[in-house]
């Protein structure tokens, strides 16, 4: 597992093009909204670091391990890993551990320095969980897609409805606040941890609203790992 992923890490250091497109602009959009920070001084800090944590994922991790799974299935590469010891799940969690270890480090930074230019956020414990929820449900997600997707240069098509998605989604929940449809913007992909990430940043969470808010983000990892193990495919696909 750690060399199929140690292989994959230098592959992805190798492709100018996924560093830019998966690594390298979220977190130049993220230094850009923590930049701008006045223009989302209204709507609480905890908005810039829900929407942080959204754009890597969404942009970084989900687009990048979509676009690496297709290209690695498309040149047999993964069929090739099949015929080795290594077990489906290792291989799997090898392929998508390096880019899941960098968006990690990436939000882990880019936080940091929000809360070091703004304030600390109230409930560090559920915005670090809040995070990793995102991430878990952003990978399941990529995996699913990847399933459905022919090329890398498909994946390009095939991830901007969720990267697009979820990104509307948290600015929705954001701006318009969780009192207006509370229960279908808690339904949706995003919008419970996004609700989650602002109110633990801003001023808390009771406890009461804490199983709220994680329960449905907690659906949508059960969700996204069901659609993975359903449409994810070994072969190229035709």
């Known amino acids: 597992m750690f060399d199929i992923a140690l292989s994959e ?3 992805t250091f190798r492709n100018r093009s996924v ?32 929407l942080v944590v959204f754009t890597i994922a969404a942009f970084g991790l989900y687009a990048g391990a979509v676009t690496s799974l297709a290209a690695r299935r498309q040149n047999l590469f993964l069929k090739r890993l099949r015929s080795t010891s290594a077990g489906d799940a290792g291989i799997l969690v090898g392929m998508v551990l390096p880019g899941t ?28 969980f809040g995070s990793l929820l995102v991430v878990a449900m952003m990978l399941g997600l990529g995996l699913a897609t990847a399933g459905v997707t022919r090329s890398p240069e498909h994946a390009q098509v095939t991830t901007l409805p969720i990267s697009l998605g979820v ?6 929940v954001a701006i318009t606040g969780p009192e207006q449809l509370t229960a ?9 941890a996004t609700e ?10 009771p406890g009461g609203d804490v199983l709220l808010l994680v329960a449905p983000t907690l659906g949508w990892v ?17």
């Open 167 to 172: 990104i509307a989604i948290v600015n929705w």
């Open 9 to 11: 890490l230098a592959q």
């Open 101 to 128: 270890v960098l968006a990690v480090i990436q939000t882990t930074l880019v936080l940091v320095v929000l809360a070091v230019v703004t304030d600390r956020p109230s409930d560090l414990v559920l915005v670090v």
């Open 196 to 205: 989650l990430l602002t109110r633990a940043w801003d001023g808390g969470v």
């Open 19 to 50: 560093l830019i497109t998966s690594f390298f602009m979220p977190v130049a959009a993220s230094a850009f909204f923590i930049w701008r920070r006045e223009i989302f001084a209204s709507l609480g800090h905890g908005f810039i670091a829900a």
């Open 222 to 238: 059960a969700v996204s790992a069901a659609l993975a193990l359903k449409y994810f495919q070994w072969e190229p696909r035709r």
């Open 184 to 192: 279908l913007k808690r339904l949706l992909p995003g919008g419970a």
